[in-house]
T-cell receptor, first 111, second 115 residues
């Protein structure tokens, strides 16, 4: 079983739609959680950290459910520029810079 | 302010050869980690260097080795290349190896193709 599991998609949505991604993690001792965005053939870039209380950054909302060991990312009012792969990431309890990435979920926003 | 720089950007090798990839961390960062990203997969942690020592290692064979220099730059070496080593190799820099270490800045990567 992978430590971080995501549905690879692709998710094809029209502009303006709301889309949600979930991911599950297996290590209950994980302390830090992130969503990274990766454009085609580019490096991953931090989209947002995920906090226990949930957090929002503009059109993006991230939530953490420790009891069920899953993380979610909600994107409202999708833009064409949101098309990318979204990587779910944990620290696997180390909190020392060793990050564990999911496979990624591909989003394609259509006009 | 220069971010993380990696070289070369692309390279092609044949099975059995050896390769060296290079990374300069972001200004102010002293920790370098290397990740391997196969096509269609997420990045996988190879190892981390801090104070010129390997601090953590992922599940990679000894064919993968590295080094960190006094100026914090780093090299990744892979010996006896296999077809399965074809991937994007990402370097990430951060500060220290405790609470700040999870904030990574990635370089654009070195794309290795093994024929």
């Amino acid at each position: 079983r992978k430590e971080v599991e995501q549905d690879p998609g692709p998710f094809n949505v029209p502009e303006g739609a709301t889309v949600a991604f979930n991911c599950t993690y297996s290590n209950s001792a994980s302390q830090s959680f992130f969503w990274y965005r990766q454009d085609c053939r580019k490096e991953p870039k931090l989209l947002m950290s995920v906090y226990s209380s949930g957090n929002e950054d503009g059109r993006f909302t991230a939530q953490l459910n420790r009891a069920s060991q899953y993380i979610s990312l909600l994107i409202r009012d999708s833009k064409l520029s949101d098309s990318a792969t979204y990587l779910c990431v944990t620290d696997g309890s180390s909190n020392t810079g060793k990050l564990i990435f999911g496979q990624g979920t591909t989003l394609q926003v259509k006009p | 302010d220069a971010g993380v720089t990696q070289s070369p950007t692309h390279l092609i090798k044949t099975r059995g050869q050896q390769v060296t990839l290079r990374c300069s961390p972001k200004s102010g960062h002293d920790t370098v980690s290397w990740y391997q990203q196969a096509l269609g997969q997420g990045p996988q942690f190879i190892f981390q260097y801090y104070e010129e020592e390997e601090r953590q290692r992922g599940n990679f064979p000894d064919r993968f080795s590295g080094h960190q220099f006094p100026n914090y730059s780093s090299e990744l070496n892979v010996n006896a290349l296999l077809l399965g080593d074809s991937a994007l190799y990402l370097c990430a820099s951060s500060v220290g190896i405790s609470s700040g270490a999870n904030v990574l800045t990635f370089g654009a990567g070195s794309r290795l193709t093994v024929l």
